[in-house]
């Protein structure tokens, strides 16, 4: 909070850290929200694996299975989480 040297009143403004740190926030959040949906689908290693879900002999999983356990999310973090899984072979 700074004064604004232009009217002589207070700037409320957020600072470029503030909204680093609200973003870093939001960043953590949605990672574990992504995690937990992952886990919660059975698509984690160590997790029960839900109904439907049928890892190929591989032990991959298929587009169709993530989609649908990540429907409740946009499809841009779609599309990051496919991008990262199909990085590390966990894609059929």
Do not use: H, Y
């Not at 574990?32 to 919660?40: C, F, H, N, S």
């Amino acid at each position: 909070m700074a004064n604004n040297e232009n009217c002589g009143c207070l700037d409320l403004r957020p600072s470029r850290l503030d909204i680093g740190a609200l973003l870093s926030a939001l960043a953590v959040r949605t990672r574990l929200t992504v995690i937990d949906a992952l886990e919660a689908g059975g698509l984690l290693s160590g997790c029960e694996a839900q109904p439907g879900i049928v890892p190929d002999a591989s032990g991959r999983i298929s587009n169709r299975q993530l989609d649908r356990v990540l429907s409740d999310f946009d499809e841009p973090t779609r599309k990051q989480v496919t991008s990262v899984l199909s990085q590390v072979g966990a894609l059929a």
